[in-house]
């Protein structure tokens, strides 16, 4: 599958793309914040899109996925260190295949994308 990998923090961006790709699949961009996620989902078209809930500069990675799926029907992994209730309730309005806790590791993310 071809994903784009959207988080903030650059280290859990290695380390995500990695298993990723470890799982046989492909990462076709890179973000760390909402609008070039957006730019980048709209351009490159990915077949899921794996996402951050808190994003660069304080913007929201549930957020990014209303405005992509507003055009295109791509899912998201959402990938959070917050599992409060208004999160999931947020994330569960989106085309959601799956929620994940941080930190995760390379099977959950290989069977979340599926």
Do not use: C, W
Not at 18 to 33: D, K, L, S
Not at 94 to 114: G, N, S
């Amino acid at each position: 599958m071809r994903i784009l990998l959207v988080d903030d923090d650059q280290l859990i961006r290695f380390v995500h793309q990695m298993f990723i790709e470890r799982a046989g699949h492909e990462v076709v961009g890179v973000a760390e914040e909402e609008t070039q996620a957006v730019r980048m989902a709209l351009e490159l078209k990915p077949d899921v899109v794996v996402m951050d809930i808190r994003l660069e500069d304080g913007t929201n990675g549930i957020s990014a996925m209303r405005t992509i799926q507003q055009t295109l029907n791509i899912p998201a992994i959402y990938i959070s260190g917050n599992s409060d209730n208004k999160t999931m309730e947020d994330a569960e309005k989106t085309l959601m295949k799956a929620f994940l806790v941080k930190p995760v590791t390379q099977d959950e993310i290989a069977k979340a994308i599926v």
